[in-house]
């Protein structure tokens, strides 16, 4: 084990922290398993009770070292078959920052998981074996993150132990893989050469690698800008739920209260309320119990209008200056995340924002496929894990955004209504590998943001 | 009349970020919103212990200035801390809430449930649990699990579906996408909610502190007889120890988890205020369940075997 710098914060230290969303993803034998174990043990974050239960199950199968993988293989089906599950949620700190780290495995049902991690992280680890170099599955994790949004991705270039910790090595696969990134659209890619086995660059800078002067893992992790971008975006406020405590205290209070999806809400702002398109004013807004003068994404608050109009969870309050459009023809780009296809006339029920409606899948006019981004036309229908582009009608209308503008409000589910399953993760407007095919959509319909 | 909010804007550098704990208390409000919002007849699991004390503030806080919109459900193992019991009763007095309680104690009176060798009465509440959700036809039931306590939990997710037996399945799990909860089941299905999942010990803390949040005592040092049993300090009582061949003596001691008295360890510490006890969790080197439950050590899947069978 390296030696480490002390990590435990200052008690003042700790309040003033921020929270960062991170997902790992790689394949089976990259070492994910063991950079995520490097990443606990080497930030102090696994405890004495948790590390004794791996030493004891290592011992107990002959290994020498304690296996850090073990850290993360929670269920018995796992530690039966060695395989992990599902996405496992981790937590560790340091003093400058909360992280938050959606440990997606790796295995064939790779694109459901990684796009499950992938939904909430600021940052997305890709891993990549030294050896082997950028290889179809490094393609599509590279692809996922940039379908996904992800605003920044780390290619972890790892096993370098074993390739002599040759510059020549990493800077091949370093430029490779950004070429292809940058083209997807992956606005920013930092390529760190690292040995999660030996701890190489992974919490401590490498002694082996004195080539390299950037960051270790951890300290880019640390330092990287959490997404301040929602707030410069057009402010929406989806209401979930009225609150009204017809109380002696309160006999007239009215209050939307919700989640700022993106963008900054202030008093005395003019605003629209979609789909019904009524006008108000904001007269006060209240950040759980507090009156402030403005909020921002993500805070949760209740919003107090000039007028008392009909609003109900469901509506969608926007800035009238910069209200979205309404529509009842979505057309996304989805991952299909269930087990039972989606199949072109499906009844479906969408879910987006705070409003669930009835839906029909009218055209799924291709399937992604993710190994060279190529399109194949009217699949028909999609199965688990498959990408495609789909249009559905809407039995309401919808204030949708382009997920390339807000992942918060240009996001949504297929429910099958039947049984409640999550059918398909879906985002809104264009996507980075059909851009002819999304540019056709949009002369059909003007009120897409492309 | 507005003022502008600066504590946010103290904590952190740039000018529209939030602190963590803002962060973690703006999702959770998030989430007992959607529930209120899509579910008929939610409640929330309270124990009197600090997560679901949290819970409570973060609902109070949700729905502010009106009352909070579901009832307390407590699972009364009967060998619960008389500290704690008095805390939940004057809490729903405090706040005009409902409160249901299902009695271990009445399933073993009643021989439905019998009572363990070891004594031990956690797993014993799944049973009152399960029956409560159903006879009284929850159909969501928040509680205060973390995904930081323990590797099984890792994996719930934020809405878990339980099936007619209020089973856990983790191979049946719906992908948790951004933050768009489904909340849909059958009739006699229910959701489990966990409005908490992205908290750590340290957090829950943290925002006890910051929002000035009153705790049982038995949170703080104080002494109390107590003895000796698996590596752990068992409250001395009538639930059933000490046992002929253990001795109690009086120690200094805290509570870093309240459940029930039989499997619920105390540490040894001299922390009387919050920020000793924040202090001395920042340092610890032992996790909240390794420190102090027993039914976690059984074997090495004891939380998910229980979660199975509709534990939370």
Redo the contacts between chains.
Sequence with gaps: MTSTTDQ??G?DD??????LRFATAGSVDDGKSTLVGRLLHDSKSV????ME?VEA?SARRGQDAPDLALL??????E?EQGIT???????F?TAR??F?LADTPGHVQYT??M??GA??ADLAVVLVDARNGVIEQTRRHAAVAALLRVPHVVLAVNKMDLVGYAESVFATIAEEFTAYASDLGVPEITAIPISALAGDNVVEPSANMDWYGGPTVLEHLETV??S?D??ACPARFPV??V?????P??PD?RGY???IASG?LR?GEAVTVLPSGRTSVIE???????????A?A???V?VRLKDDIDIS?GDLIAPSANAPATTQDVVATVCH?ADQPLAVGARV?I?H??RTVKAIVKEIPSRLTLDDLSQHPDPGQLVANDIGRVVVRTAEPLALDAYADS??TG???L?DPA????LA?GMAGESFASQAEAADAARDDDGWDF | ?????AHVHE??D?P????????????A??IF??V??EFEKPVILFSGGKDSIVMLHLAL???????VPFALLHVDTGHNFPEVLDYRDRTVTEHGLRLHVASVQDYIDAGTLRERPDGTRNPLQTVPLTEAIHNLKFDAVFGGGR??E???R??ERVFS?RDEFSQWD??R????????Y?G???PGEHVRVFPL??W?E??VW?YIA?EGIELPEIYFAHEREVFRRNGMWLTAGEWGGPKEDETTETRLIRYRTVGDMSCTGAVDSDATTL?AV??EI??????ER??TRADDKMS??AM??RKREGYF
């Design positions: 435990v914060a008690l700790l309040a003033a922290t921020t929270l405890l004495t009770d948790q239960a199950v993360t293989d929670g269920l018995r089906a530690r599950i599902d996405v496992a949620y981790r937590y700190a920052r909360r938050i459901r998981n796009v499950t939904s909430t800008p959490v301040h929602l707030t979930q739920y609150i009204r405590p017809q109380t205290e309160h209070y209260a919700g989640q900054v008093v006060g807004i209240d950040a759980l119990g507090e009156p402030v003068d403005i921002w993500p805070q949760s209740t969870r995340v029920l879910k924002t705070t992942r918060r996001s949504f589910l429910i049984d409640g399953t999550t993760a | 009349m507005t003022t502008t909010v904590e952190t740039a529209y970020a939030l602190s963590h704990l803002d962060a973690l208390e703006s999702e409000v998030h919103r959607e209120a919002g806080k949700a729905f502010a200035p009106a009352p995904r930081d323990e590797k099984a890792a994996k579906l983790p191979r799990q719906r992908p948790e996408l951004w933050q768009l489904n849909r089941h059958a999942s992205n750590t340290l957090d943290q910051r920020d924040i202090a920042a340092v610890s080197r032992l996790t390794g420190a090495e899947a998910e075997d």
